[in-house]
């Protein structure tokens, strides 16, 4: 199985993130990757899509899978709506959907490069407009995304600043029950892809760093 661990550092914050092959999660939420803020409780979940090369563009044609994965995130938010109030400042998201599909040109993916894949980030909400009845369309009238024709997307750096400052996400009760679904899956030795980041005691960083390591390799190998 291909599996990679590395973690970034910027002052007294830390982010690991753990790439693993698909599994039974995905089938479950629709989801490749999630990341999981500390700081604010909130989980971001991504469903990624390869983009074609169609003469000069990259294009991705919405699917049948497509319309499978996302039927399984709206099956999710109906059985566990988001909490329509926050009592604290911690709480406060821009929107609040933590559902993301992002749209990767396929020029070869290097997951575990350390780099974020280029590509647009969609919004669930945006996704079923940009799939849906007053979606643009191809010159023959075919469900298309485009960079053009999806002019509202989230390019990378806009993305990760949202993850990391907590206005997007899950929260509250929302946030729970995905916590206990992915502890869970760990429990079970399934694996999964998790990006977490949280807020490190200086005077434990090297400690934590070595036993945040020796947990990832405990998680692949049970797989």
């Known amino acids: 199985m291909e599996a990679g661990y590395c973690q970034f550092s910027l002052g007294?914050?830390?982010?690991?993130?753990?790439?693993a092959n698909r599994n039974q999660l995905e089938s479950k939420l629709g989801v490749d990757l999630i990341y999981y803020n500390e700081n604010f409780s909130?989980?971001?979940l991504v469903q990624y899509k390869l983009m074609k090369k169609e003469d000069?563009?990259?294009v991705?044609?919405?699917d049948s899978q497509l319309d499978e994965e996302l039927k399984r995130i709206d099956k999710f938010m109906e059985n566990y709506p988001p909490d329509s109030s926050f009592s604290d400042h911690t709480g406060y998201r821009l929107n609040s959907d933590g559902?993301?599909?992002k749209l990767v040109p396929n020029q070869g993916l290097r997951p575990a490069s350390g780099d974020l894949i280029a590509g647009m980030y969609l919004t669930r909400e945006y996704v079923q407009f940009l799939t849906g009845p007053h979606a643009p369309t191809g010159p023959r009238k075919g469900r298309v995304i485009t960079f053009d024709s999806?002019?509202?997307y989230l390019p990378n750096t806009d993305f990760a600043k949202?993850?990391?400052y907590g206005f997007i996400g899950t929260r509250g009760s929302q946030s729970k029950v995905l916590e206990d679904l992915i502890a869970s899956f760990m429990i079970d030795g399934k694996t999964m892809i998790i990006a977490h980041e949280r807020t490190v005691d200086k005077k434990h960083q090297e400690k934590e760093t070595h036993s945040n390591q020796q947990h990832s390799v405990s998680i692949f190998d049970s797989a």
């Open 42 to 44: 909130s989980f971001v």
């Open 99 to 101: 559902f993301f599909v």
């Open 56 to 58: 000069d563009s990259f």
């Open 60 to 62: 991705f044609r919405p």
């Open 150 to 152: 999806a002019p509202r």
């Open 162 to 164: 949202l993850v990391e």
């Open 12 to 19: 007294d914050r830390r982010l690991d993130v753990i790439y």
